[in-house]
């Protein structure tokens, strides 16, 4: 149908005025008096179009994209499958409220996440809006499923900004300053960080266990949430065995194991779901970012017994699932499968990895290079120490964006740079950013 790219926006970074330009500028002037000052933007230049890798400004700057959105484009930007799918859904229709009357696309994708989502157990799915209202009705699913309340979470965690992920999230700047009280019944435990604990993860595991059985009793717990690859938190990957090991646990105590793999799944990892590289089965697993290629679109996934433990209207929401971004995300699997993103991650993931490494011989406020497939990141520290370098960061983030190339930062600490960039980058696109990050590195160091 409408397939048409838009061929207008180039393969190549290309900076041709200073950033961000003149019109982002006066636009930037217009958004100071019409948005909340609540809100704040990295990289203040206005997008007008994009494809694939590269994004294009207002002032006809050529941009490349190493965040996808944070995580979410992990198709790249304007997919002539997306596009269709989602023209033709506009078309035919945008809503009627899954509650009120059902529609076919809500019932595949849920399908789609059963199939996907690790463990062969019969399991039904619901569809929301945000990533952050996928945890919260995990949540809600948990504690009415267990009778229990209180939820484990874990040091550097990130589960969203609304009332009940706030409680969930670590760090207090800037998500949670001054918006209490917050939700009662969350304990938090530690994470296993391997770089700053040099535990195993047999031992992490012990550690965040004790703390659990001791301040919090196993029978009270309803849910254990966790990233298996930290996001916000700073690309935090646990020592091998700290999943397995609290998987048993809450299987042996009948806590609910959520594994939260908003950013982490959806190929991102080079596998549908960081928990695949472990081979653990969560009881459920939340998904947003990846799922649908930019349109708004969350699931909770889980156990059968769980998921229809709740009574009848217990679950739902004015828009969640709403036929369009079923639509994207089912074109948006589609696109995972036929383009063999899985692999292209992994490849990625080598590819950075291979070299944010040899990097690392050359400066020394690297500290620590680490992730799975194309969710890979440098932690910065003070040279010759483990302290963090927030500062190199902000840097290296402010120089990528000067040359065109976005790049994010991470960590409680904002001493992590991450990078996600969307699974169709070309070799030449990544190489050239990769250059840029390594030259902005060095100028920092
Ligand atoms: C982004 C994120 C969320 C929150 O998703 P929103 O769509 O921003 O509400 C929750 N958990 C993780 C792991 C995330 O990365």
Redesign the pocket.
């Known amino acids: 149908m409408v397939s048409s790219i838009d061929s207008s926006v180039g393969t190549e970074r290309k900076v041709v005025t200073e950033l961000p330009g003149p019109k982002s500028r006066a636009l930037h002037e217009r958004r100071q008096a019409a948005v909340s000052a609540g809100l704040t933007t990295g990289f203040p230049i206005y997008i007008e179009r994009a494809h694939g890798a590269i994004l294009q400004d207002v002032d006809g700057n050529q941009i490349l994209d190493l965040g996808s959105g ?2 979410v484009v992990s198709i790249g930007h304007a997919v002539p499958e997306l596009i269709d799918a989602v023209s033709t859904q506009v078309a035919a229709f945008t809503h009627t409220c899954f509650m009120v009357t059902p529609y076919q696309g809500y019932v595949e994708v849920c399908e789609e996440l059963n199939a996907l989502t690790p463990g062969t157990h019969a399991k039904t799915s619901a569809l929301f809006n ?6 919260e009705n995990a949540v809600k699913i948990a504690r009415l499923a267990t009778g229990r309340q209180a939820i484990v979470v874990f040091d550097h965690a ?5 009332n009940l ?1 706030m409680a969930l999230t670590a760090k207090n700047m800037p998500y949670k300053d001054r918006f209490g009280p917050f939700a009662p019944e969350i304990y938090r435990v530690p994470m296993s960080y391997p770089f700053l604990d040099g535990r195993t993860g047999a031992e992490a595991a012990a550690l965040a266990i004790q703390e659990i059985e001791t301040q919090v009793g196993a029978h009270n717990v309803a849910a254990l949430l966790i ?1 298996p690859v ?3 938190g700073g690309f935090v990957v646990p020592a091998e065995g700290f999943l397995p090991a609290l998987s048993q646990w809450t299987t042996k105590h009948g806590v609910v194991f959520i594994a ?5 799944g959806f190929c991102r990892t080079g596998d549908w779901f960081a928990v695949n590289h472990e081979g653990v089965i969560p009881d459920i697993v ?1 998904t ?2 990846g799922l649908a290629g930019g349109m ?1 679109l ?1 699931g909770v996934t889980g156990r059968a017994e769980l998921m229809n433990a709740v009574h009848e209207g217990g679950l739902g929401g004015t828009y969640g699932g709403n036929p369009v971004a079923t639509a994207a995300a089912l074109a948006t699997i589609k696109t995972m499968r036929e383009r063999n993103l899985l692999q292209r991650a992994r490849e990625l993931g080598d590819v950075i990895t291979a070299s944010l490494r040899a990097l690392q011989e050359d400066v020394a406020i690297i500290g620590d290079v680490r992730g799975r497939g194309a969710m890979i990141a440098m932690e910065l520290v003070m040279p010759g120490t483990k302290l963090p370098n927030a500062a190199a960061a902000k840097a290296i983030v402010q120089y990528c964006n000067q040359q065109g190339v976005i790049a994010l930062s991470c960590g409680t600490a904002g001493n992590v740079i991450r990078l996600l960039p969307p699974l169709v980058i070309t070799d030449e696109q990544l190489a050239d950013g990769l250059g840029v990050l390594a030259d902005a590195t060095r100028a920092a160091s």
């Open positions: 944070i995580a945000s990533g952050s209202e996928a945890v990130y589960h969203g900004r609304t992920t990233e930290q996001g916000e939260d793999e908003i950013q982490s939340t947003a970012k708004p969350a």
